[in-house]
């Protein structure tokens, strides 16, 4: 079983920033391609970005040009920098791993934006 835990959400303003981080194990997260996805209240979880285990990044066209996602390989960490926050972007934002073919998910944390 593969666990990652999501940390950094909280409330701020609209404008504001926040940086997400999701930790997981070792043994796998090098090798896996890592993702952030959120769901708003009310709405179906939606992909937000990945970064491959070659580094390579793709961004939901939503955030495009406001989030950044990086990884470092000696941490175990994935991290979502999230700059210019719309009240648009309150959801639950959940760390996802795809490693040997599987699906992992942390439990999420909660990102609220006040306008």
């Known amino acids: 079983q593969v666990q990652l835990v999501e940390s950094g959400g909280g409330l701020v303003q609209a404008g504001g920033s926040l940086r997400l981080s999701c930790a997981a194990p070792?043994?796998?997260?090098?090798?896996?391609?890592m993702g952030w996805y959120r769901q708003a209240p009310g709405k179906q979880r939606e992909w937000v970005a990945t970064?491959?285990?070659?580094?390579?990044?793709m961004y939901a066209y939503s955030v495009r040009g406001r989030f950044t996602i990086s990884r470092d390989n000696a941490k175990n960490t994935a991290a979502l920098q999230m700059n210019s926050l719309s009240p648009d972007d309150t959801a639950v934002y959940y760390c996802?791993?795809?490693?040997?073919?599987?699906?992992?998910w942390g439990k999420g944390t909660l990102v609220t934006i006040s306008s």
């Open positions: 996802n791993a795809i490693y040997n073919g599987m699906n992992y």
């Open positions: 070792g043994s796998v997260f090098s090798r896996s391609n």
């Open positions: 970064i491959t285990s070659g580094r390579n990044t």
